[in-house]
């Protein structure tokens, strides 16, 4: 008998988007994921949890990662096996001591780390809103695609308990609070290949804000991406209520306030414009950040890059001095996740308060804010 090795489990289901077996991408572009971000504070910005999970099909891989900041340390754990060919663990969102409950769809997940090398998780998300279904994203360079994906943001709490060398934290949902999103679709993972033929024209830079927010009566969730001329390509900004009703918050306008001498952000205004015309003013602060390009796996990490096949069973823990000028040094020059608070103003929420995530990168240049070239800082 002929053994059909893509066929699996999931192939019982009537979930199919293609004439191929649910665990063979559509797509065969290497660079296929789908995968899973999710973050986690006590709203004091002493401690910040940054965690993902993925699934890359057409590399054979999957991996998880763990970020945790507390000071001047940043402390990440890593996960990495092989993917199963027929996809029989894709609804076991699980590698090694690492995985991923779906306990109620798009409402409550389980995220569990048994103890690692000194750290272990068990916490529960809640989410408060309804999920988002942002726009489409994508980038172009010459006539390549380098990233095509769609995903979904949603607000939240957590519960449960964090370990931390010994250190044992209670985690309750009237105080912890957190982000998440899942996106899949076409991004660089893996190992570096050939360059080929320069791009013409080179890249740049790009400039990229993105803002989930939560607050207690409704979640906002901003994208923003613009090229170095300030064109952009990329504009998301929508409130979302309990009932699922969902608002377009028009053309933000935005103002990033750096620290002097750095490319890294202290705080945001976001003015907005509510269907009936009203002026929504958001001022976010950070409270803390964690680089997602120091052993995150983001945007040309040396560590950990989302994809590569490090053997089977790969597991270990890599601590960070922030204080140290050879990490402190590249922070500036990728994407950064901030612990973000948040207050209202306008449109009958003045003074109101919020909490999520602060997310920004400045790439190069970006005429708007006066960043001439890769390694121009703010004043």
């Known amino acids: 008998m002929r053994e059909y090795a893509g066929i699996g489990p999931l192939d019982e289901y009537p979930i199919h988007q293609s004439p191929r077996p649910v665990a063979w991408p559509e ?51 890593h996960f990495g096996d092989a993917l199963d060919p027929r996809g029989a663990d894709r609804m076991e969102q699980q590698v090694g001591n690492y995985s991923i409950e779906v306990l109620e769809p798009l409402r409550r997940l389980r995220l569990v780390v048994e103890e690692t090398e000194g750290i272990a998780v068990d916490l529960t998300w809640e989410g408060s809103f309804p999920p988002v ?55 660089p993972v893996g190992e570096a290949v050939p360059a080929g033929k320069p791009h013409d024209p080179p890249f740049d830079g790009m400039w990229w804000l993105y803002l989930p927010l939560r607050f207690d009566d409704f979640a906002v969730v901003i994208i923003i991406q613009e090229t170095p001329e300030g064109y952009r390509t990329l504009n998301d900004c929508t409130r979302v209520w309990p009932d699922g009703r969902v608002e377009q918050l028009g053309w933000p306008r935005v103002q990033i306030t750096y620290a002097p001498g750095t490319r890294e952000p202290t705080g945001a205004t976001v003015t907005c414009s509510t269907p009936a015309g009203e002026t929504l003013v958001i001022e976010v602060t950070s409270e803390l950040g964690v680089a997602l390009h120091i052993g995150g796996g983001y945007g040309g990490d040396p560590d950990w890059n989302h994809g590569v096949w490090r053997g089977a069973g790969f597991t270990e823990r890599v601590d960070y001095d922030l204080s140290d000028p050879a990490v402190n040094g590249r922070t500036m020059f990728g994407v950064i996740d901030h612990v973000g608070r948040a207050v209202l103003h306008g449109a009958g929420a003045d003074g109101m308060q919020g909490w999520g995530l602060f997310e920004h990168a400045a790439l190069g240049r970006h005429d708007p804010t006066g960043f001439t070239d890769w390694f121009d800082l703010a004043p």
């Open 133 to 187: 279904q942002e726009q489409r994203h994508v980038m172009r360079q010459g006539s390549g695609t380098t990233l095509d994906a769609q995903r979904f943001a949603q607000v939240g709490t957590w519960a449960g308990t964090v370990l931390i060398d010994g250190e044992e934290l209670e985690v309750t949902p009237d105080v912890w609070v957190g982000t998440r999103d899942r996106s899949w679709g076409i991004r």
């Open 27 to 77: 797509s065969s572009d290497r660079n296929f994921y789908d995968r899973c971000y999710l973050n986690a504070h006590d709203r004091t910005g002493d401690l910040f949890l940054i965690t993902g999970y993925g699934v890359y099909p057409n590399l054979g891989t999957k991996d998880a990662y763990l970020l945790v900041r507390r000071g001047d340390v940043q402390t990440a754990l």
